[in-house]
């Protein structure tokens, strides 16, 4: 059973525009949080890692918060480039320690077009 | 800069052949992990290793083997390639806790 789901799986949206990533999991017990960026045939680029009940941070133009209680994750990407065309990928820690299980979503697709 | 490099970049492999994945990491970490994704869906865990010499089964070994000589070199073993391990693998390395996470750009295998 799919335990991190991501929504909308794609989205399209207009250079400048802003837009709002969804993650929901269902994960126990759920240690941190990460999203990575992941450019079309290449690898994985951490974005930012939430680890708080209650989380927030910023990188930039990405902004994330995290929400343990509702298992519930966001990734705000504010006025879009044409280089944020990528897929967007949630992972759930289940454990502090590097030996605990990472969690992947199947990611979203953003598409920024001009 | 922190790197893990994958070899060969792309592969196609014949039913039934042996395919050797390596990766290689500059980052002193002791974790290292293989995984694999499919179209639509999450990466998936195969192997990882937490020291040289030793390798641990993910959540799909099935088929796949792993081998982890030095800290910094991990491979991952295909003895009888099937039309099914099509698919591009990612190798990732880390260290103790919740410090980052890196992977490499991947490997794109075609069994044919």
């Known amino acids: 059973k799919t335990q991190v789901e991501q929504s909308p799986q794609s989205l399209v949206v207009r250079q400048g525009e802003n837009c709002v990533l969804q993650?929901?999991?269902?994960?126990?017990?759920?240690?941190?949080l990460r999203w990575f960026k992941q450019d079309t045939g290449k690898g994985l680029v951490s974005l930012t890692v939430?680890?708080?009940?209650?989380d927030k941070t910023s990188n930039g133009r990405y902004s994330a918060t995290l929400d343990k209680d509702a298992k519930h994750s966001t990734l705000h990407i504010t006025a879009t480039l044409l280089d944020d065309t990528a897929t967007y990928i949630c992972v759930v820690g289940d454990r502090g320690s590097a030996l605990g299980r990472l969690h992947f979503g199947a990611g979203t697709q953003l598409i920024v077009i001009p | 800069e922190a790197a893990v490099t994958q070899s060969p970049r792309s592969k196609v492999a014949v039913t039934g052949g042996k395919v050797t994945l390596s990766c290689h990491q500059t980052n002193n970490h002791d974790y290292m992990y293989w995984y694999r994704q499919d179209t639509g869906h999450g990466l998936r865990l195969i192997h990882y290793s937490y020291v040289a010499d030793s390798t641990e089964k993910g959540d799909i070994p099935d088929g796949y083997k792993a081998s982890r000589p030095s800290q910094e070199n991990f491979s991952l073993i295909l003895e009888l390639a099937s039309l099914s391990q099509t698919a591009v693998y990612f190798c990732?390395?880390?260290?103790?806790?919740?410090?980052?996470?890196?992977f490499g750009k991947g490997t794109r295998l075609t069994v044919v």
């Open positions: 990732a390395s880390s260290g103790q806790g919740n410090t980052e996470v890196f």
């Open positions: 939430l680890v708080d009940q209650k």
């Open positions: 993650c929901n999991y269902s994960v126990t017990p759920d240690n941190h």
